[in-house]
């Protein structure tokens, strides 16, 4: 799967959107792009993924660059409840390997 | 709420000591998958399990063991516990087995925390 980099950490403010970028440089056609994140010492929770359209659920958005070499995660109203480490990871579409694994991930801070 | 349920929530032993940790997946899911994480390292994947076999094996120690039972659900066995077994571990469900293509979603419980004193 291809590495992915993502800044270490970032402050948001209550009721604002938080923007959360992340780089995929390497990325192959096949390969989707998923976040997670982890709020402390909880399960890490599914959040959206895609493959190279943008997509929108109940809890983000999902913007992919043309050329797929990036995406931004966008948590549109952000409350102190999305406090949390999120993970980008991009998977491959045919892979007898399903395990995730995440990097360092980006701590989120929402101060009110 | 994940739809993943794990007990205990806490558990607190003795090192020489054997544990299990039970895990029901998500309705319909076939996939469970067991993750160790433990405080100075990320997510470490333990084992999967697909319809009752075996599927997949990551780092897990020998003294570890599990199995999924018809019903799904599946329980991860720690023996000898050592100090350095303390970890929350998470148990995650998917429908997929794994290299059929598409995109495949785990969906994580809540986590078992075990600490061995």
């Known amino acids: 799967d291809a590495k992915t980099t993502q800044p270490p950490s970032m402050d948001c403010a209550e009721g604002r959107a938080a923007n959360l970028p992340c780089n995929h440089s390497?990325?192959?056609?096949?390969?989707?792009v998923y976040w997670y994140r982890q709020i402390h010492s909880q399960g890490p929770q599914y959040i959206i993924h895609?493959?190279?359209n943008n997509e929108t659920n109940e809890m983000a958005s999902l913007i992919i660059t043309e050329d797929r070499k990036s995406s931004t995660l966008i948590l549109p109203h952000a409350t102190l409840r999305d406090t949390a480490v999120y993970y980008c990871?991009?998977?491959?579409?045919?892979?007898?390997?399903?395990?995730?694994?995440f990097g360092a991930g980006t701590t989120v801070t929402v101060r009110a | 709420d994940s739809g993943v349920t794990q007990t205990p929530k806490h558990l607190i032993t003795a090192t020489g000591q054997r544990v299990t940790l039970r895990c029901s997946p998500r309705?319909?899911?076939?996939?469970v998958y067991w993750y160790q994480q433990s405080l100075d390292q990320g997510l470490q994947f333990l084992i999967q399990?697909?319809?009752?076999?075996?599927?997949a094996k990551g780092n897990i120690l020998e003294r570890f063991s599990a199995q999924q039972f018809p019903d799904l659900h599946s329980e991860l066995n720690l023996s000898s516990l050592e100090l350095g077994d303390s970890a929350l571990y998470f148990c995650?469900?998917?429908?997929?087995?794994?290299?059929?293509?598409?995109?495949?979603?785990?969906?994580f419980g809540p986590g078992t925390r075990l600490t061995v004193l």
């Open positions: 990871i991009v998977r491959a579409y045919f892979s007898n390997d399903y395990k995730l694994s």
């Open positions: 390497t990325i192959s056609g096949n390969e989707y």
């Open positions: 399990y697909y319809n009752g076999e075996e599927r």
């Open positions: 895609g493959l190279k």
């Open positions: 309705s319909g899911d076939l996939s």
């Open positions: 995650a469900s998917s429908p997929k087995k794994g290299g059929l293509g598409g995109p495949d979603t785990q969906y």
